[in-house]
Nanobody, 113 residues
Framework: VKVVESGGGLVQPGGSLRLSCAASGFTFSSYDMSWFRQAPGKERELVAMISGGNDRTKYVDSVKGRFTISRDSAKNTVVLLMSYLKPEDTAVYYC???????WGQGTQVTVSS
């Protein structure tokens, strides 16, 4: 099982970014997929999750209405679309497959003017 994130970068407050997580080594559409983030000096926290099979989604309260998680099973990719970004969204964002305990290497998101 392998997951690789991409799409991070520097963005101004109020801007948008699209993170992608490319997955391999398992039947992608059948499993929960999630995004976590870890800011400097803070614990890693769950940001969003999409369920296997029915694609139900769940978000941490601080990103509801701003972030959207989705799955493209044809491409074995899960996407986190982030809008109206705030400085407090600055963190390393990780893709995680709960069933296998697999983490990606992370991608840095910095929100700053």
């Amino acid at each position: 099982v392998k997951v690789v994130e991409s799409g991070g970068g520097l963005v101004q407050p109020g801007g948008s970014l699209r993170l992608s997580c490319a997955a391999s080594g398992f039947t992608f559409s059948s499993y929960d997929m999630s995004w976590f983030r870890q800011a400097p000096g803070k614990e890693r926290e769950l940001v969003a999750m999409i369920s296997g099979g029915n694609d139900r989604t769940k978000y941490v309260d601080s990103v509801k209405g701003r972030f959207t998680i989705s799955r493209d099973s044809a491409k074995n990719t899960v996407v986190l679309l982030m809008s109206y970004l705030k400085p407090e969204d600055t963190a390393v964002y990780y893709c995680y497959v709960p069933t296998f305990g697999s983490w990606g290497q992370g991608t840095q998101v910095t929100v700053s003017s």
